[in-house]
């Protein structure tokens, strides 16, 4: 494949090797000091964007009226996603959260966990997670969609709470928790805890490898396809 790569900081980075160890071909590269546009992407198979929120709904834009497939991994858009699935037609657009194939595979433990402890009222969930310092979002993507799974399969809890708690927590209420500090790559836990024990379940990120190497499979995956997808629907 002919690669763009929208963001060429430090995941962009990474991505690039990964595709390159992979075969595939970097073809441009674009950042704030080099936006995108439609005509550039005339040679191009397919985008990957990992952008910032303030750029990421333009540089979809770009792609489809490129008619040029894009795998998205800026968050921060999900509100406008009726608008960008509807004028997704002649192209392909796969986004997440998190690609990490690890985190992926934690995402489908989650739902099944979810179901069993439906029927486990005495068990009650949580979710943390640790990034490092730089991170602008708390908490991240990936733990608001660990949220949203523990919800949709939890008849009990009703809503997340993000915010720090200077008051007892209701019990329909899903405690999502942040800590900002140091170079973690990025850790998540979703926890049951009960008055005989504790399960848990955590992804510990090595550093953003993990991240570039499902980036380039969800990549991979998508070209020639058309509509709206997400890494739910790849094979890992």
């Not at 490129?66 to 796969?94: C, F, H, K, M, N």
């Not at 433990?109 to 990034?131: C, T």
């Not at 992804?203 to 991240?211: D, E, L, V, W, Y």
Request: hydrophobic share 40%; with cysteine; charged share 25%.
């Amino acid at each position: 494949m002919r690669i763009a790569l929208i963001g060429y900081g430090k995941m962009g980075h990474e991505i690039e090797a990964a595709a390159l160890e992979q075969g595939e071909t970097i073809a441009k590269t674009f950042d704030i000091g080099n936006p995108v546009d439609a005509a550039s992407l005339a040679d191009v198979d397919i985008c990957i964007e990992f952008s910032t929120p303030q750029t990421v709904l333009q540089n979809i834009r770009v792609a489809i009226e490129a008619r040029t497939d894009i795998v998205v991994g800026t968050t921060g858009w999900y509100e406008q996603l009726p608008e960008i699935r509807t004028a997704v037609t002649e192209s392909g657009l796969l986004y997440s959260p998190n690609f990490s194939i690890g985190v992926n595979i934690v995402f489908r433990l989650a739902k099944a966990a979810a179901e069993l402890m439906n029927k486990a009222p005495q068990y009650d969930p949580y979710i943390h997670e640790v990034h490092h310092r730089q991170k602008v979002d708390s908490p991240s993507g990936t733990a608001l969609k660990l949220g949203e799974i523990l919800l949709s399969g939890i008849d009990r809890k009703k809503r997340m709470e993000t915010h720090s708690l200077n008051r007892r927590i209701d019990p329909e209420e899903l405690h999502v928790s942040s800590t900002r500090a140091g170079t973690f790559a990025g850790t998540h836990t979703v926890g049951f805890e009960s008055d005989a024990d504790l399960i848990e379940i955590t992804h510990t990120a090595k550093s953003r490898r993990g991240f570039a190497l499902g980036a380039v499979r969800a990549a991979q995956w998508l070209k020639g396809k058309k509509g709206v997808y997400t890494m739910d629907d790849v094979e890992l």
